[in-house]
Each structure stands twice: as C-alpha cells, then as structure tokens.
C-alpha cells in the first residue's frame, strides 16, 4: 500500500465496503482513490486485494487498533 497520511489510511478499504458492502475484493484489485480530498484532482492507484490478502495472512502481528478497524468494515478472517 502507498504511503498514505493517516486520514487517508482507512480510504481504500472503506470506500470499497461503501461501495460494494464488503470487504472481499480479489488478489488483483486496485481502488483508486482521491488524493486531495474533494473529489477532484489527483488520484493514486492502491492495490487493495493485495493488501487485504497480505493483512489476512499477518493477522497474529497486527495492532489491536488495525485489527479493529478492519472488523468494522467486515474482514473475513
């Protein structure tokens, strides 16, 4: 995953649950998202299946916090 401020941390994953309502994608999916806030401007390519796919994998080494937030929008374990 680039590395995003911490606002824009959550973005990929949520706009994804918002759009589709679930946290699911396949390996190779990329979310683009907005970078300046706004909906105009530059965007930024992340490869969200990856790291999706990555965090399943981690989960024993990620923080309570991290692990929390993925839970919220509905991570399969």
Not at 26 to 37: P, Q
Not at 40 to 52: H, N, T
């Amino acid at each position: 995953m680039p590395s995003l401020t911490p606002t824009h941390r959550h973005q990929p994953g949520t706009s994804h649950h918002a759009r589709e309502g679930h946290l699911h994608p396949a390996r190779k999916h990329v979310e683009l998202i907005d970078v300046n806030g706004g909906g105009e401007g530059e965007q930024e390519a992340v490869k969200l299946g990856a790291f999706v796919d990555n965090s399943r994998r981690r989960a024993a080494k990620l923080s309570p916090e991290r692990r929390a937030a993925l839970d919220k929008l509905g991570m399969r374990w």
